[in-house]
């Protein structure tokens, strides 16, 4: 039987967006979930981070996700709170506690309480998260789909649903690891190291040396053409190859968010469809409307203003 998916993108605390996009998909709530006839919702992960309502974003989704009106899997933000509250055995913490990162995370610990029960319960759900989930026809993961990065995970970081146990979210923050790789690709979507001597600012104003590829571009065979949100500065980028293992070229329609994409929504391919357009910085929280189909169109994107 073929499922009927809306799958959401990146939501980053923005609940009055989610309330009046499940209210546009047709979703009510009802006995403490929302709920359709005949669909249910995909979350591509990042609930959390930067927005106003982040516990109205968890109560909603967590909700749905026990009523099995809603699946998701983890994004780097869900990651990054794991990290943050996994003490390393060695006085400090998976993730740093440094200024930058407490910046990035401080919304969330303050509306939550840092270290509350509700603090608690929502790492316990994090950590429940899939890292990807593979539905048959349809492909879902927070940044990247990646078989290689999916391989290496799946050996020693995640049990037989995906989810990282204790010990593979250790050796996932272990930097230096292939396994710290795999899990940088697959939530945070792959790199690559500019030309020495060459950076630029990111959204956030930080100075960054690497770029993200657009691993699902078919026509982004170099770096020069691969090199996500440079498109005005290829001229500096190297013309090399980008290895064939780093562009997704088979059939299987995915989706996936992360990218903070701008403007009206719109595929990226046919077979590949990034969801987050924004509505952290003003854009709009954008769903696809799956019911099946291999090849995937615009006419099945729906959106509300943040
Ligand atoms: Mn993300």
Known sequence: MIKNYDVIGDIHGHADALHRLL????????????????????FLGDFIDRGPEQVEVLRVVRAMAGAGTARAVMGNHEFNALGWATPDGAGGFLRSHSEKNEKQHAAF??????????????????????????????????????????ACLAATCLD????????GLRKAYRSGTPEHLAADVLLKGPEVRLPSGHSFRDKDGHTRHEARLRWWDREATTFRLAAL?????????LDDPVPAECRYEEAIPV?????????????????ASCLDFSVAKGGVLTAYRWSGESVLSNDNLVWVAA
């Open 23 to 42: 209210a546009r998909l047709d979703y009510r709530e009802r006995d403490g979930a929302h709920r359709h006839a005949s669909r249910s919702v995909i």
């Open 109 to 150: 610990l303050a509306q939550i309480g840092e270290g509350s029960r509700g603090h608690h319960e929502a790492l316990a759900w994090f950590a429940s998260l899939p890292v990807w989930l593979d539905l048959g026809g349809l492909r879902i993961v927070h940044a990247c789909w990646h078989a290689a990065s999916q």
């Open 160 to 167: 037989s649903a995906g989810r990282f146990h204790g010990e």
């Open 229 to 237: 949100g440079l498109e005005d500065r290829r001229s500096e980028l």
């Open 255 to 271: 989706m996936f968010g992360h990218y903070w994409l701008s403007g009206r929504p719109q595929l990226l391919s046919p077979t």
